[in-house]
């Protein structure tokens, strides 16, 4: 775990061009971030790669706080319990040890192998902003593999074979996820420990207990609370805490205090996107950060009160009229807000 404190990074994207280093440079943060990167490698991947991302940021005077997720077929098989796992497993352990030998101290995981669903991709936020929706009426009303398809992210080849049912018999259930997480992180967090890295556990989005016949398991505080109990002792599992997805929960603002004041006092917030939503399941939207669910100075707060010492992201943000494909215009505004709240704790602090 960082002992820099509190600080701001910028990521959620894939590859290192200028135009996103010299955002991060411009903005003001120190830190990057990346989210499942394009480097070679259909299984795993090796310490030269992950090594020239580190120095590409050094370039511009930045650091590589973490990578996100490696790419959903690397380990699909375990999150399914299917044949092949134990391989996958394998070169799981291997990609570890390369990440830490390259110098990169956090790798960001999810345990969702169908990914994250949407209902719509550009619903209309404040001042006609597009924002990402779920709504669980309109999943539950799609009976075949091509209609469901519609709700996952677009570019995902390996979904193409990923078994999908509609509202009925499950193909995976709860239980069974639970055995192949347990299998999964029995085998690889030792792994972690040696090669020093921090694995950043994602909650499920949204979350709710299945989709498309996939049980999912990080969708409520207790199995955040299950997950840690399996392993309590070690300080290289922690969470990537998306406050979003918390807030997505039913119970919405609640669940983000509850997260934040059990696992940061156990030193396991690894780091936090910094997000939020309207509503919650069954039917949620996202939006702009302070006109979501839970109050952001507030939550800023709790983390700073629990312990917290990792890095903020920006993660999902609105389209702003005229924005990139990766969200420049909604991604600075949610980076100014982070920072604002940031330096106004460092005052309250401080009188």
Same mark, same amino acid.
């Given at each position: 775990?960082?002992?820099?404190?509190?600080?701001?990074?910028?990521?959620?994207?894939?590859?290192?061009?200028?135009?996103?280093?010299?955002?991060?440079?411009?903005?003001?943060?120190?830190?990057?971030?990346?989210?499942?990167?394009?480097?070679?490698?259909?299984?795993?991947?090796?310490?030269?790669?992950?090594?020239?991302?580190?120095?590409?940021?050094?370039?511009?005077?930045?650091?590589?706080?973490?990578?996100?997720?490696?790419?959903?077929?690397?380990?699909?098989?375990?999150?399914?319990?299917?044949?092949?796992?134990?391989?996958?497993?394998?070169?799981?352990?291997?990609?570890?040890?390369?990440? $830490?030998?390259?110098?990169?101290?956090?790798?960001?995981?999810?345990?969702?192998?169908?990914?994250? &669903?949407?209902?719509?991709?550009?619903?209309?936020?404040?001042?006609?902003?597009?924002?990402?929706?779920?709504?669980?009426?309109?999943?539950?009303?799609?009976?075949?593999?091509?209609?469901?398809?519609?709700?996952?992210?677009?570019?995902?080849?390996?979904?193409?074979?990923?078994?999908?049912?509609?509202?009925?018999?499950?193909?995976?259930?709860?239980?069974?996820?639970?055995?192949?997480?347990?299998?999964?992180?029995?085998?690889?967090?030792?792994?972690?420990?040696?090669?020093?890295?921090?694995?950043?556990?994602?909650?499920?989005?949204?979350?709710?207990?299945?989709?498309?016949?996939?049980?999912?398991?990080?969708?409520?505080?207790?199995?955040?609370?299950?997950? &840690?109990?399996?392993?309590?002792?070690?300080?290289?599992?922690?969470?990537?805490?998306?406050?979003?997805?918390?807030?997505?929960?039913?119970?919405?603002?609640?669940?983000?205090?509850?997260?934040?004041?059990?696992? $940061?006092?156990?030193?396991?917030?690894?780091?936090?996107?910094?997000?939020?939503?309207?509503?919650?399941?069954?039917?949620?939207?996202?939006?702009?950060?302070?006109? $979501?669910?839970?109050?952001?100075?507030?939550?800023?707060?709790?983390?700073?009160?629990?312990?917290?010492?990792?890095?903020?992201?920006?993660?999902?943000?609105?389209?702003?009229?005229?924005?990139?494909? &990766?969200?420049?215009? $909604?991604?600075?505004?949610?980076?100014?807000?982070?920072?604002?709240?940031?330096?106004?704790?460092?005052?309250?602090?401080?009188?």
């Amino acid at each position: 775990m960082s002992k820099k404190g509190i600080r701001i990074a910028v990521g959620q994207f894939k590859e290192m061009t200028e135009d996103k280093l010299k955002f991060a440079q411009q903005i003001g943060v120190e830190g990057i971030q990346l989210n499942t990167p394009k480097i070679p490698g259909d299984a795993r991947w090796e310490e030269k790669d992950l090594r020239g991302l580190v120095d590409k940021a050094k370039e511009y005077g930045l650091v590589l706080e973490a990578i996100e997720n490696v790419p959903t077929q690397f380990y699909h098989k375990v999150m399914l319990g299917l044949p092949g796992r134990d391989e996958q497993i394998e070169n799981y352990c291997t990609t570890l040890r390369n990440v $830490g030998r390259a110098g990169i101290p956090v790798l960001g995981f999810h345990f969702m192998p169908n990914s994250v &669903w949407r209902t719509e991709r550009f619903a209309p936020g404040r001042g006609g902003a597009g924002c990402t929706k779920f709504d669980q009426a309109i999943v539950d009303a799609k009976t075949s593999k091509e209609e469901l398809r519609e709700f996952l992210p677009s570019g995902l080849g390996w979904l193409e074979t990923m078994p999908l049912r509609g509202p009925g018999e499950p193909i995976v259930t709860e239980e069974e996820m639970w055995a192949n997480y347990t299998y999964f992180i029995k085998a690889v967090l030792p792994v972690a420990e040696e090669a020093g890295v921090t694995m950043a556990l994602h909650p499920d989005d949204p979350p709710v207990p299945m989709l498309g016949g996939v049980a999912r398991l990080f969708y409520k505080p207790e199995n955040f609370k299950r997950a &840690w109990e399996i392993n309590p002792k070690s300080e290289n599992w922690g969470l990537d805490l998306c406050l979003g997805c918390c807030s997505e929960m039913p119970g919405g603002a609640k669940n983000v205090k509850e997260m934040i004041e059990f696992f $940061g006092p156990k030193g396991r917030i690894t780091y936090v996107h910094f997000r939020d939503v309207q509503g919650t399941v069954p039917n949620f939207i996202e939006c702009f950060i302070g006109d $979501g669910n839970f109050d952001p100075a507030e939550a800023m707060m709790l983390l700073k009160r629990n312990g917290f010492t990792g890095f903020l992201l920006d993660d999902h943000v609105p389209h702003m009229d005229g924005d990139s494909d &990766w969200n420049h215009r $909604g991604r600075a505004h949610a980076i100014g807000y982070m920072q604002g709240l940031l330096r106004m704790g460092d005052f309250t602090k401080a009188a």
